[in-house]
């Protein structure tokens, strides 16, 4: 008797999988076990019967998401080893107990071969954020596999899957319910973290922050901005907790200007610059919508940092994000100082980097703005983006001198 469903394929569509992609799109599925549900285990085999990998179940465009190119018992100690692995490889490349820092993303999805899977972790508090109905169903194991591995370092596990669980549609109408699911502890408890970053203090709120409660993928070009902002006045736009803020003033910046559509999080941008040690007169805080906030500004700026939420979720709308992008961009250039330097990004998976660049460019176009491109930027390595898996690389960035 078979373990799991069975997944067979069209005749020549085990290509990709033979090529280890970790995605089954619906289109290339022959048939279906007669019941199978979201979150179940399958295992997929070719039109001849060869078993290819296994992976979870979803209804939908990708239908299934691939975890294992061999065949063996999914179970506690299977999740307990590939949590083992993607933990060893941080620490392999130093990344895990570096002075001064105490988070690192222990698992990025596709990256560590767990498709589906975001787990951050804060001074001891793992943050859990599953993406498909199969990693949410295994949480508890998940939690299990932590404590096994950390021991007593482990304080808490934090399941935020709610958002990330939401369907399209409850999106798309602005539902929050996420089809009954809801936040919560797996281990421990408590309300935020004191984490260490650079050697910089943050108050990371994961239970109400935004994703797991800070954006660990900007680590290294924070530090970038750290280098450049000396003698600099500094606008940090779409600016959430203040983190690249604090960056700039360590690196010397005369004054800092942090702007975010959040109250809350504006809030938690100062508390971070007081906890830094900075004074408040080195930093202004605005609560605006920057799209609407850079044509009215008056100010002009020596370093503009454009780290916007995602303007394109989906391949469907990215002229839409495109034209977004150009905009802010030529705003963002209109209040750059002769000499001055633009720190520009998008977390869009749908938009390549080939298009964010274009789009940079032809902002500058619309400016007359004669700029040179100083680095591009990527996410850090506790992000690693799977080679088979490109999609991975979601995070793009340009360090423009104008």
């Known amino acids: ?102 988070v690192c993303r222990l698992v990025h999805s596709e990256g560590d071969h767990l498709p589906g899977l975001i787990i951050d972790w804060y001074n001891g508090v793992a943050v859990i954020q599953a993406h498909s109905a199969g990693m949410h169903r295994v949480r508890h194991e998940l939690a299990e596999a932590l404590q096994t ?29 996420g089809n009954g699911f809801s936040d919560g502890f797996l281990l421990g408890e408590g309300e935020a973290a004191e984490i260490m970053e650079g050697g910089h203090r943050f108050l990371v709120d994961f239970v109400t922050g935004q994703k797991t409660g800070f954006f660990l993928d900007q680590r290294l070009n924070r530090m970038l901005v750290q280098q450049y902002a000396r003698g600099r006045k500094v606008l940090n736009a779409f600016s959430y907790t203040g983190a690249f803020s604090v960056y700039a003033l360590a690196g010397g910046a005369t004054m800092v200007h942090s702007v975010d559509s959040s109250q809350d999080a504006i809030r938690r941008a100062a508390e971070n610059i007081t906890l830094n040690g900075y004074s408040s007169k080195m930093h202004r805080e605005t609560v605006a919508d920057v799209k609407q906030f850079l044509p009215a500004l008056d100010e002009t700026y020596d370093l503009i940092i454009l780290d916007p939420p995602a ?33 520009t990004f998008s977390c869009s998976q749908a938009i390549s980097r080939e298009m964010f660049r274009s789009a940079v460019q032809a902002a500058a176009i619309e400016t007359g703005r004669d700029a040179g491109i100083l680095h591009h930027l990527s996410q850090g390595p506790d992000h690693p983006v799977n080679i088979f898996h490109p999609e991975g690389e979601y995070l793009k960035g340009i360090v423009l001198m104008a």
């Open 1 to 102: 008797m078979e373990r799991y469903p069975r997944i067979v394929l069209k005749p020549g569509k085990e290509t990709a999988l033979q090529r280890r992609h970790p995605w089954i799109f619906s289109g290339a599925v022959k048939n279906l076990p007669a019941r199978v549900f979201d979150g179940d285990v399958v295992e997929v085999f070719s039109a001849s019967g060869n078993y290819l990998a296994t992976g979870h179940f979803q209804h939908g465009g990708i239908m299934v998401k691939v975890f294992s190119f061999t065949r063996q018992p999914v179970d506690l100690p299977f999740w307990t080893e590939r949590l083992r692995e993607a933990c060893d490889r941080r620490k392999a490349m130093g990344l895990f107990d570096l002075p001064g820092t105490n």
């Open 149 to 177: 591995i950390f021991g007593d370092r482990l304080k808490a596990v934090y399941d935020k899957s709610r958002e990330s669980m939401r369907t399209s549609h409850e999106r798309a109408e602005g539902k929050a319910e």
């Open 311 to 343: 303007f394109a979720k989906t391949h469907t709308v990215t002229h839409n994000a495109l034209q977004a992008y150009i905009h802010i961009n030529a705003e963002a250039m209109k209040k750059l100082n002769p000499g001055g330097l633009l720190f």
